[in-house]
């Protein structure tokens, strides 16, 4: 086990089996009908040993869901040497593995995050881990989030006003990477005259970028909380004044609730929010009728969580004794790692779970967790996503995948861009906003960073 400063939480920076999500029949690259041919048939031979032994198995994962089909009717937990650890791909056992935290510790060495270990609640279980996680979690209760809809609004417009005179945009670049970006820039106090700088750090996170997460954001943040002026009201300035059994927060423990929640922002959210739009590129009618029918949009969001998780596993747990999952032992000290994607299309949970179906109720999907670790940003992501539904449905119609486009997988289950075209929807008032200046935003909310053009 390891000890508190060795521990730091980064699900951006976990190591991930790398499966993009993508639709095959749009993917660029390398990918050709024969090789994946080849690597069905590897695959076949070779997927009672191990899921990442076979060396085509990126290009299997293109399409993941037959494989995790026959992982949960055949191999339900299976051990992986290259990784070493447990895969787990039916929806009971990965409950479990998120519910049972005694004996599924998240007290395990992590990763390396910019070079630092940082020291985060990620990595702690109940009660320490609430101790802490309750310094931060009161940000993003239902409440403090109902607060929000209306900034987040303003920003999106704005976002999507800067493109109205191509009419054609970037989803990506153009709304997925910015909006999240600004929305946590304001929740955390970090100021606006940096969003320049915040950027490519944003786009490391969303995993857009080529390098690892950069080295300079730890000096950027060690440099906010030692000149803490420069910070507006939010977490940050609430962290330093947090007690914590009657003492301030150390260094490490600033760096990583800041860092986390910096990075988790992007992380998950700009690969989501691109995800949304490809669900309704590729769902028949579906903007049709959430236009028609906004009531729908609460159930649209979690069948799109459902369907298109942007991380399909989470970071590992430990066990802490000998335990049985699906009939398969594990031993004391191993590591063990939920596939969340297998999970949601689990037909003992889900009824039909490769139709896609907004009006799925109950949709007891596992893409953000359960149980103690589950999304301190849940109620923020459901927002943030409604928001963008309800400005892309109430000012674009007839949104396209642009001609020729390559999609690019990003990440886990995202892309690198996703570029549509569209017609402005009658009547819709941005048609007009692109021949003035940017709509108003409150002075937290100005979106000061360079337009993206493709
Ligand atoms: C669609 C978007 C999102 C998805 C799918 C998602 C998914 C997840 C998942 C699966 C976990 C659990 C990881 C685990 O159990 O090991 C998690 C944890 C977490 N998420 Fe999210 N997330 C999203 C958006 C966000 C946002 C916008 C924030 C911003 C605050 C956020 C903050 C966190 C934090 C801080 C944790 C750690 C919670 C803990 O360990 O106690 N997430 N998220």
Known sequence: ??????????????????????????????????????????DE????????????????????????????????????????????????????VFTEYET??????????????????????PPQMQQYRSLVSQA??????????????????????????????DVVEDLALPLPLLVMRDLLGLPPEDDARLLPWARSNAQLGDGPFPPEMRSYLLDLISRPQRLRPGVIQSLLEARLEGRPLTEAELL????????????????????????????????????ANPDLVPGAIEELLRFYPPIPETSPRGTTRAVELSGQSIAAGQRVVPMIASANRDDTMFADPDRFDIRRTP????????????????????????????????????????PGATLVPAGMFGVKHLPITFRWHSGSPLAQVRKQPDPQVSAGSQCPLPAHRS
């Not at 040993?49 to 990126?58: A, G, I, V």
């Not at 026959?70 to 479990?96: H, I, K, L, S, T």
């Not at 599924?104 to 279980?125: G, H, I, K, P």
């Not at 700009?270 to 903007?287: M, R």
Request: proline fraction near 7%; charge should be negative.
């Open 1 to 42: 086990m390891s000890t508190p400063s060795q521990e730091m939480a980064c699900m951006a920076c976990e190591p991930h089996i790398p499966i993009p999500r993508a639709n095959p029949r749009q993917m660029g690259g390398e990918d050709t009908n024969e090789k994946r041919a080849a690597c069905r048939q590897q």
């Open 45 to 96: 031979r070779s997927m009672m040993m191990s899921t990442t032994q076979q060396p085509c198995f990126l290009f299997l994962a293109h399409d993941p869901y037959p494989y995790y089909q026959r992982m949960r009717e055949q191999q339900p937990v299976v051990y992986d040497q290259d990784r070493d650890v447990w895969f787990v791909f039916r929806y009971e056992d990965a409950e479990r």
């Open 104 to 125: 599924f510790s998240s007290q395990a060495w992590c990763c390396e995050f910019n070079n630092v270990l940082y020291y985060t609640f990620t990595r702690m279980d």
């Open 140 to 169: 993003f209760t239902p409440r403090a989030v109902a607060q929000l809809p209306e900034q987040i609004t303003l920003l999106a417009t704005q976002l999507l006003s800067r493109v109205a005179e191509a009419g054609q945009m």
């Open 256 to 291: 990583g609730f800041c860092g986390m929640l910096f990075a988790t922002a992007n992380a998950e959210m700009t690969p989501f929010l691109g995800n949304v739009v490809q669900g309704l590129l590729e769902q028949p009618g579906l903007a049709e009728e959430l236009r």
């Open 363 to 402: 949709n007891p999907h596992l893409s953000m967790s359960t149980g103690p670790h589950v999304c301190l940003g849940a109620h923020l992501a459901r927002l943030e996503t409604q928001v963008v539904l309800s400005v892309l449905l109430a000012h674009l119609e007839d949104l396209q995948l642009a």
